[in-house]
């Protein structure tokens, strides 16, 4: 179908946009989704610029791009019982420099802390940076439980211990930490009429998408980018993601294709003779 003027219109200005959050929240977001914890964040590699110039340069213009303070605030331990549970802070981090203020109803951007320390997604989330001066708005980063600083019972080893001890660590608290945070930010600020928006990648773009659903009167509109919202086993089926994977590979080069995909029937039988494990141990350098 031809597109009229105005769609080649908005497609043209929408470009720029979609390249911003490609690159600034995308990229490290998919990189989080992964399974693993990390114990360190790992390297963004998305400002290409940036990385010729020397170190110090680079410093400076992070702290000047990325300027928040970092404040706290006293969470429940379970939202759902009335059970004498130990509190919990939940570090968040927050910008006002461009907000015009509760008078003229400037916005809150908030930012849905996902699986990691919310520094590392804070200074690798530039849409929001970018956009905030336009809006007027303020941009808050609160933490997700039980990541980086937002550490119930006091310290990453207890937290983690046992099932018990995890059995806080849900979407469901979390969706519940961010509506009992917002609430209460708004009414320190007296900032109850100002409208929020959430934004969040990969899980924490299931977050954004999730409160609007469950808590509706909270905020006005969420961007979930890069969200894998259908992404469960009675939704859509599991080999998708690598269907996806793969056709991204066959479009760059077949032959690349071709050997990945013979390559894992070599495994296959390699593995299945005698020591054949202990040869691909070795072969590539395994640590077990
Ligand atoms: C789990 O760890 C907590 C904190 O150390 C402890 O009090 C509790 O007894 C443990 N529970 C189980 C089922 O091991
Ligand atoms: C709101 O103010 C109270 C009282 O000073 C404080 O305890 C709480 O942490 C503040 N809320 C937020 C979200 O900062």
């Known amino acids: 179908m031809p597109k009229t003027r105005q769609q080649n219109q908005n497609s043209l200005y929408l470009s720029p946009v979609i390249t911003i959050v490609i690159i600034s929240i995308l990229s490290p977001l998919s990189l989080a989704a992964q399974p693993s914890k990390f114990r360190r964040a790992p390297r963004f590699v998305g400002k290409l610029p940036h990385l010729t110039e020397p170190p110090q340069r680079q410093q400076r213009q992070q702290q000047q791009q990325y300027r928040y303070e970092t404040r706290y605030f006293e969470q429940r331990l379970d939202h759902f019982s009335f059970a004498d549970l130990p509190t919990f802070s939940q570090r968040y981090l927050i910008n006002t420099d461009h907000w015009v203020g509760p008078n003229r109803l400037g916005p809150i951007f908030l930012y849905c802390g996902n699986e990691g320390d919310i520094e590392w997604f804070a200074v690798n989330s530039g849409f929001v940076w970018d956009i905030a001066p336009r809006f007027g708005a303020m941009l808050v980063f609160p933490e997700h439980r039980y990541y980086g600083e937002s550490m119930p019972y006091g310290s990453t080893e207890v937290a983690y211990q046992n099932a018990t001890t995890l059995s806080y660590l849900t979407a469901e608290q979390a969706l519940a930490d961010f509506a009992v945070f917002i609430t209460n930010l708004k009414q320190n600020l007296s900032a109850e009429a100002s409208p929020v928006v959430l934004f969040g990648g990969s899980y924490g773009g299931m977050l954004a998408a999730w409160m609007r659903l469950k808590y ?36 760059e ?17 390699v593995g299945q003779k005698e020591n054949g494990l202990l040869e691909l141990t070795k072969t590539f350098h395994l640590c077990r």
């Open 216 to 251: 509706p009167h909270i905020a006005i509109g969420a961007l979930a980018s890069s969200a894998p919202i259908l992404q469960f086993e009675d939704i859509v089926p599991p080999e998708t993601f690598y269907n996806i994977v793969s056709s991204d590979f066959k479009r």
């Open 253 to 269: 080069s077949a032959s690349c294709f071709n050997t990945i995909k013979e390559s894992w029937g070599e495994l296959v039988s």
